[in-house]
C-alpha cells in the first residue's frame, strides 16, 4: 500500500475528517463506524487485508473491518471492553446500515493531486470546498 495513490472516489479521506460523535456506546471515548470505514474502505478499496487495532475499546474498528470482509487484530487493555467488542462482532449486522452510507460517500472523481493542482478541495474547509463535497458533509457550512 505504501507509495499507493488511494482512488479518486475515496478522496474523502483526507488528513482531516470531520464526524458527528457516536451516540449509544457504553464505551466512554468510541469513534464513529464511519471513521474507521473510510480510512479501510479507502486504503485497501475492495481488496482483503488484516487490520490492527491496538487499543481496540469497544471494536469500532473490529466491526468495520468485519463488515469490509478483512481479517482483523485486536488489542485491549480492558475485560470489559473486549466483552463489549465480542458482543459488538456477534451483532455486526445491525452495523452495516452505517457502514453502507460511509460507503455510499466514496464517489470522488478526480485525485488528491488533481484537486490540489486545480486549488480544489483538499480536506482544508472553508474556501475552495467543491458544490458536490459541500452536499457530503455531514454538518452543513451554515451550521458548524
Ligand atoms: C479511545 S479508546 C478506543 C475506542 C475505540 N476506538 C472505540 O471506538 O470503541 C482507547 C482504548 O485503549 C485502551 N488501552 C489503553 N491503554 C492500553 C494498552 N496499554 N493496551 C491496550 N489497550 C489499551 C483503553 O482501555 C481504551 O478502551
Do not use: W
Request: proline share 8%.
Amino acid at each position: 500500500m505504501i507509495g499507493e495513490e488511494l482512488k479518486p472516489k475515496h478522496a474523502l479521506l483526507t488528513s482531516i475528517c470531520r464526524f458527528p460523535p457516536k451516540q449509544k456506546n457504553p464505551h466512554p471515548a468510541p469513534f464513529p463506524l464511519a471513521l474507521p470505514v473510510r480510512v479501510i474502505y479507502s486504503i485497501l478499496d475492495e481488496k482483503r487485508g488484516v487490520v490492527l487495532d491496538p487499543c481496540c475499546g469497544s471494536g469500532t474498528t473490529l466491526v468495520a473491518a468485519k463488515i469490509l470482509g478483512s481479517n482483523f487484530i485486536l488489542i485491549e487493555i480492558s475485560k470489559e471492553y473486549i466483552k463489549l467488542a465480542e458482543k459488538r462482532l456477534l451483532n455486526y449486522r445491525n452495523e452495516i446500515k452505517d457502514a453502507e452510507e460511509e460507503m455510499a460517500k466514496h464517489i470522488g472523481l478526480k485525485t488528491f493531486k488533481e484537486r490540489k493542482e486545480r486549488g480544489e478541495f483538499t480536506g482544508r474547509y472553508g474556501k475552495g470546498l467543491s458544490p458536490e463535497l459541500k452536499k457530503m458533509l455531514l454538518f452543513p457550512e451554515e451550521e458548524r
